[in-house]
Each structure stands twice: as structure tokens, then as C-alpha cells.
């Protein structure tokens, strides 16, 4: 039987582009109803949460330990938690590494609706940078924006889209970057990976780098540039994160190439079509002073129409 919907991948950002009280939340506050308001063409169907402050000079998030939120559902006051409670409890890695905290059964928002979201930072420094992920799929009925899928009767088999960023600068936007599928098969694109390569003086650090994924009309799969460290698996150890009450600095647990970020639905690319995507990387004091490379896997199954 068809879905009801046509599923399209998406996630939605909330951060300081969207409202400026959370470039920096000082110590001891709260701050009730920061309001994200959804796109007004299609339904949205939240699966997964994640959260994330700008990196310290050292690549950690220690502020994250002191966050604690709640947000609400379709209803604007419907809060799905009774008091504001620590993310920390609430997820490992905060999401990060390409793990989104899972939302089940998936909550449902209207086009051109809203989620708030109440935020309290209970520790002594101030967080900066605090952004909010909310992972999920728009609901399109069928037909009304481009969609590809299986042929009646196919075979296939994994395969990876290897690709190499050269030389991203500091501070710059690098658009309309292609992935070109190959001319033998399509492509189901379930999950990605990326790190910077290992070079002679050791592995090389970015922190501040973001992705916006578009389709091959230039639509894009997220309101925002999305993080790295979210939408992808995670496999630079050398970024943490804290874990405890003290707190405890460590490396993600559970990510890294063995276990890449997932996209769900996936992203089905027929042959010869390519996907697009705009890179922005503005490190700050954390990462390193100069430009670097790094590579992006895009893994997933070729099918071979029969």
C-alpha cells in the first residue's frame, strides 16, 4: 500500500540565526518560548532531536552539561515535559555524531506551525552558540514536488561516494558543491561520514564546519547550514564532549566510521543526477588557524533497474 505522504527528508534549525538570545545564554537563565516556526509547505514529522554549543578553544562543549529544555508539540502548549530537564539525561552525545535522540511515536506539526522551546542554563559560564536540531520529514502528497524512488524490479548493492573538500578556508561559504551519480545505476543515499584526513604531522582538526544539502532543483533539506558533527557519524576523536556532573571531558561513544549519521527517509538520486550542497566553515579559536581538507563518504546502495 502507498503512504499516505510523500516523505522528503528534513531537518530544522534553531539557533542564533533564528533568535538571537541564544548567541550566548548567561549563567542562570531562563529563557521561555523561543519560538521556531515551520515552513508553510508541508507538514513535519519530528523522529529525532539534537543540541549543540559553538566550540571552545579546546573543541569541547562543556556548557552542554548545565543545559536543560523543554518544547512542546503541535498544540504551541502542549510542552511534552513537565518541568525543563537536563539533556544530558535525555540523549548520549547530545545527538551529536550523526545519533539524534529518537522521537517515538514521531510528533506531527501542521505546515506553518510552531515549536517552543524553553531553555535554562543551570551552570556558572555562559553557553554560546546553542542550537537546536530537529530531525525529521516534511509530508508532501504525492506529486506535488519532485520525488524518485524504486523501479518495479531491481537489484542492488552497497556502494560509497567518496569525496574529497580541498582546502576549505577559516572563514568561507563554498556553494553548489555536486555529488554526480554515476551513469550505471541509481543511488539510495542512507548515510554519510566525514573527518579530515590524516597527514604527516598528525590528524588535522576542524571545528566550525556546516553542510546544507539540496536537491538537484536547488531545494533545500534544511532551514539552515546543519553541523557536521550532527548529521554526520562523527569520526574526528579528537572533539568531546561531557559526560557527568563534574564534568568529565570525553571523546563521542558509540559514532565514528563503524556507525555513520543515518537519513531517514533516505535521499533516492536517480542516475546522472547529482545532489548539492553549500559548505560554510567560520572556526573561530577552536580548530586550526589555516585551511584544511577533509573528506565526505556518502554511503548507501546503488540500484540496478531490471
Known amino acids: 500500500m502507498m503512504p499516505q505522504f510523500q516523505e522528503r527528508f528534513h531537518i530544522y534549525v534553531l539557533g542564533p540565526n533564528q533568535d538571537t538570545r541564544l548567541t550566548s545564554v548567561a ?18 514529522a519530528l523522529r529525532g532531536r539534537a543540541v549543540r554549543q559553538t566550540y571552545t578553544s579546546t573543541l569541547t562543549q562543556a556548557g552542554l552539561q548545565f543545559l536543560k529544555t523543554r518544547w512542546t508539540g503541535p498544540t504551541e502548549s502542549d510542552y511534552r515535559q513537565q518541568v525543563t530537564i537536563s539533556e544530558s539525561v535525555q540523549m548520549a552525545n547530545f545527538g551529536q555524531g550523526g545519533n539524534p535522540k529518537p522521537i517515538f511515536p514521531p510528533v506531527t506539526y ?3 506551525g510552531i515549536i517552543k522551546i524553553d531553555v535554562q542554563n543551570t551552570g556558572a559560564s555562559a553557553i554560546a552558540g546553542l542550537t537546536f536540531y530537529w530531525i525529521g520529514e516534511k509530508l508532501f502528497p504525492w506529486g506535488s514536488v519532485p520525488a524518485y524512488g524504486y523501479p518495479d524490479s531491481f537489484s542492488s548493492i552497497w556502494f560509497t561516494y567518496p569525496q574529497t573538500i580541498s582546502a576549505l578556508g577559516v572563514s568561507e ?28 604531522e598528525g590528524p588535522r582538526t576542524f571545528a566550525e564546519v556546516f553542510i546544507k544539502l539540496k536537491d538537484f532543483n536547488k531545494k533545500p533539506y534544511s532551514n539552515d547550514f546543519v553541523h557536521f558533527d550532527i548529521i554526520f557519524g562523527g569520526g574526528n576523536p579528537s572533539r568531546t564532549i561531557p559526560i557527568g556532573p563534574t564534568p568529565t571531558l570525553m571523546a563521542p561513544f558509540g559514532t565514528g566510521p563503524a556507525a555513520p549519521g543515518l537519513f531517514y527517509p533516505e535521499l533516492y538520486i ?31 546502495a546503488k540500484v540496478f533497474q531490471k
Open 27 to 44: 549563567a542562570g537563565a531562563l529563557i521561555k518560548g523561543i519560538t521556531l516556526t515551520l515552513d508553510p509547505d508541508a507538514p513535519f
Open 110 to 112: 501542521p505546515a506553518n
Open 270 to 300: 536517480p542516475k546522472n543526477h547529482q545532489l548539492l550542497y553549500d559548505l560554510q566553515r567560520s572556526d573561530g579559536s577552536g580548530g586550526t588557524n589555516q585551511s584544511e581538507s577533509f573528506d565526505i563518504c556518502w554511503i548507501g
Open 173 to 200: 561559504l563554498r556553494q553548489d558543491n555536486i555529488l554526480t551519480i554515476k551513469t550505471d545505476a541509481d543511488f539510495a543515499l542512507r548515510a554519510g561520514q566525514a573527518k579530515a584526513p590524516f597527514q604527516s
